[in-house]
């Protein structure tokens, strides 16, 4: 796992069983950005709900099949806004989760704290500057 600031966690595919172990970690919250049927052994989302429920612990699943949407974003940001810290968010690399966290906390910590923050963690997201900046000015109008 790589930490991001606030209390944010990336990492690869969570089977249902290690949210288990996560939670008495305490853990709060998961953040699913993996669609279902991604890849043949892939759980599906509502088995990974059903582990986060049966540890009374938040679930928000956020598919990215593809690009970044303005959906995306919106629901990444009332994700990362309401949900109880520790929060571990995943996908098939991390890459997607990362990406999704860089916007919903850009105008935050601004379009080079996001880029240095997932830098830092290990994913290199320099194909989204442009458009981290264009949603960071798109957000101030």
């Excluded at 928000?60 to 970044?68: C, E, F, T």
């Excluded at 995306?72 to 996908?91: D, G, H, M, N, Q």
């Excluded at 916007?103 to 240095?116: C, E, M, Q």
Aim: net charge negative; proline share 7%; glycine share 8%.
């Amino acid at each position: 796992m790589k930490e991001l600031p606030g209390d944010v966690f990336v990492t690869g595919q969570l089977m249902p069983a290690q949210l288990f172990a996560l939670a008495e970690q305490g853990v709060m919250s998961f953040i699913n950005n993996r669609p279902d049927q991604e890849a043949p052994l892939q759980p599906m989302s509502d088995e990974v709900e059903q582990a986060a429920m049966a540890v009374s612990r938040n679930y928000y699943h956020i598919p990215m099949a593809g690009g970044l949407t303005p959906g995306l974003i919106e629901a990444s940001i009332t994700a990362y806004e309401s949900a109880p810290r520790p929060i571990v968010t995943f996908c098939a690399s991390g890459t997607r989760s990362a990406a999704l966290w860089a916007f919903a906390h850009v105008d935050k910590l601004g379009v080079d704290g996001v880029l240095d923050a997932v830098s830092a963690a290990g994913y290199q997201l320099g194909q989204i500057r442009q458009p981290l900046i264009d949603f960071a000015a798109r957000e101030k109008n």
